[in-house]
């Protein structure tokens, strides 16, 4: 090594350094020079500005019309978002009518209405009398020709009849409006289906002229009488085309948009002659005609068609025209007769039943909304009940809203244990449980330790299913069963839904049951029995050409389950759905806030679901499923089971219940949880030693050998 080794590094590194330093410098230039430029702009431009600076009133005028953009555009995106779930009910071809035309008939082959285009084909705004149009906007909506969908201006004059009558007297909504409830929505009455009421109406006006939107009001509102459209209530009121109506005439059929059901001429005349004259009048105030051009039709008031009075089942009409759609095979005609499994007697009853209980107890229990499916146990739906007026509101309640099932839900987890192998006799702790961060309690907050599986479910034990889900069962099982049992309602994966959170139909409540009611069988479910053309060619059969049913239950399952529910009508939660003598099963359901409440049940004949709630969701005042359900379902059953043959539950022996068995229930009933005392609302028709009484005398005579005639003379010599 010499002398220079030392001094090597230094004289490499500094070149290095240098240009580190010199990039350095370079950046802390830039940047500076970067802000000066940008802070003299900044300036440059405020002082720009500052010559557009206001003071005095002028100031406060610019300042409100800032503040009033910047709301503006938030308030923009808002509505945007709002409007958006409103826009996805345009999808699909929404201006197509039906082009099916279907005559129904029921069971015994009476004709009970039509549904699709009824071989009436849609007359032109232009064509249609000008009395008739005249009417209507007289009626619906005045300045129908000066809005855009939105009636402001008698949107107040509304409000100030409303509040200076003290009642509402006068409604706000706009014939756009109605068309777009009639179009895409239900008549629920919550704020989120008037808010796309709104959306939709002003959509409609920027799609659709005037004329357009005028023409599908008159083809596609409910006129009543099971019919779609003036056409077609011209004819069936007045047994006339259209373009041949009087002003009397025109005055009637305008007054039916409001309320067809009350005002339905053939149902009510005088009614409908008292709102005629109405409509009358409102056409002489809008200032469309005069009081001597409409006095003859005061005078002389328009006259109907005797049809018998009878009440079209359209709800059941509506559900039943789907399935026809569904199951008519492709290129056959589509204008065909449905043979369905309709009975008008169980549908009176069913309707009977639940507008009774309505009527009598629904103030008291703060309910207002019902809806009914009665089915017989091979599937043949035989009465649908989707509200109580359907001329009030077309919405199906029994076969489209999904309500919460509560405890109705528990027999699917107790099915799916029973499935894995457990016994009605299987012991369960019924204790404190947390799952995560949930801990469901039982409606009494208290506990009574370990429990059989039919003790816990007659009783609706809360803590039970859901300890069978978490150790036991797990949700995935439960859901796959439910589902495989008929339910085509959504059935939630959370841990809660075994305590009832999905919310199901009506009609998919009767089609999980009746599989416990037919033995463990699913797919039976129909409402068309036969299609036929109008010439009687068959063109489907449900018992050639529907699938055959299929078994998802196993027999001690079914067995098992029947067992269960057959006491809950005894000593359960649903005594005041016993039926007298009758054996029956069946489960109440309660849903949270008591905004729903059920009884679904079965006998060996029928199978019964009934829903109570209402429209907008409200809580009810404490209702069960153990109290007006419970009481509305007994009546319709009682009913439906008079001078039939009564066929054993599957997996019990006997239809009948024997004095025993209703001495040993009427001792064991108690207080339930989740259910009051059940209180005896009406007698029993019938005793039950004297229906024991009765059932013996009936055996007996059943058994007992022929009485034979005696012989006439000579008729042993003739033999």
Known sequence: MTMDDPFQKPKSRAPRAGRLMAIDAWIDSTLYEAGFRASERWESLTIFFRRFRVTGWRRWFFELAGETFTLGAAGSIVFLALALPAFEETAGN????????????????????????????????????????????????????????????????????????????QGGSTLTQQLAKNLFLSNERTLDRKVKEAYLALWLEMNLTKKEILQLYLDRNYMGGGTFGVTAAADFYFGKDIKDITL????????????????????????????????????????????????????????????????????????????????????????????????????????????????????????????????????????????????????????????????????YVYAAALESGMTPETAISDGPISWGSWS?????????????????????????????????????????????????????????????????????QA????????????????????????????????????????RVLKETTVAGMNTILSQVPEWGTGRRAALPGIRSAGKTGTAQSYRDAWYVGYTGNYTCAVWLGNDDFSPTRNMT????????????????????????????????????EIAAAGAKAAPAEGEEQAADDRPAALSAATTVLLRAMAERFRDAPPITPPLEAGTLSAL
């Open 248 to 411: 009397a005439e025109a005055a009637m059929l305008a007054g039916l948009f409001k309320a067809p059901a009350k005002y339905a001429p053939h149902i009510n005349l005088p009614a409908a002659r008292s709102r005629a004259n109405d409509v009358l009048t409102a056409i002489v105030d809008s200032g469309l005609m005069t009081e001597g051009q409409v006095i003859a039709a005061r005078r002389n008031p328009a006259d109907v068609i005797d049809r018998g009075g009878e009440k079209s089942p359209d709800y059941y009409l509506d559900w039943a025209f789907e399935q026809v759609k569904k199951i008519a095979p492709p290129g056959a005609t589509h204008s065909l007769v449905a043979r369905t499994a309709f009975d008008p007697a169980l549908q009176r009853a069913a309707e009977e039943s639940l507008e009774f209980h309505l009527r009598q107890f629904g103030k008291n229990y703060g309910v207002s909304e019902g809806a009914v499916v009665l089915m017989e146990n091979n599937g043949a739906v035989r009465a649908i009940v989707g509200g109580r007026d359907y001329g009030h509101s077309q919405f199906n309640r029994a076969t489209r809203a999904e309500r919460q099932t509560g405890s109705s839900f528990k027999p």
């Open 94 to 169: 929404w201006r197509a009518q039906d082009d099916y035309a279907v005559t129904f008939l029921d069971r015994y082959g009476n004709e009970i209405g039509q549904r699709g285009i009824i071989q009436r084909d849609s007359v032109p705004v232009d064509e249609l009398p000008d009395t008739l149009v005249k009417a209507v906007l007289a009626t619906e909506d005045r300045r129908f020709f000066e809005h855009f969908g939105i009636d402001l201006i008698g949107l107040g004059r509304a409000l100030g009849e409303n509040v200076r009558a003290n009642s509402v007297v």
């Open 440 to 508: 469901p309690r039982n409606y009494g907050r208290s506990f009574s330790g370990r429990m059989n599986l039919t003790t816990a479910l007659v009783r609706s034990v809360n803590t039970v299913p859901v300890r069978l889900a978490r150790d036991h069962l797990g949700v995935g099982p439960i859901k796959e069963l439910t589902e495989r049992m008929g339910v085509e309602s959504p059935v939630s994966s959370h841990k809660t839904m075994t305590l009832g959170i999905s919310g199901f139909t009506v009609l998919d």
């Open 625 to 660: 499923g153990g109290s007006l359900p419970a009481m509305t379902w007994q009546r319709i059953m009682a009913y439906a089971h008079q001078g039939v043959e009564l066929k054993p539950i599957p997996g019990l022996k006997d239809p009948f219940l024997s004095a025993d």
């Open 511 to 550: 089609t999980g049951y009746n599989v416990f009611a037919n033995g463990g069988y699913v797919g039976t479910r129909h409402g068309i029995t036969q299609l036929l053309t109008h010439s009687g060619d068959l063109i489907w059969d449900h018992a050639r050409d529907a699938p055959e049913p299929r």
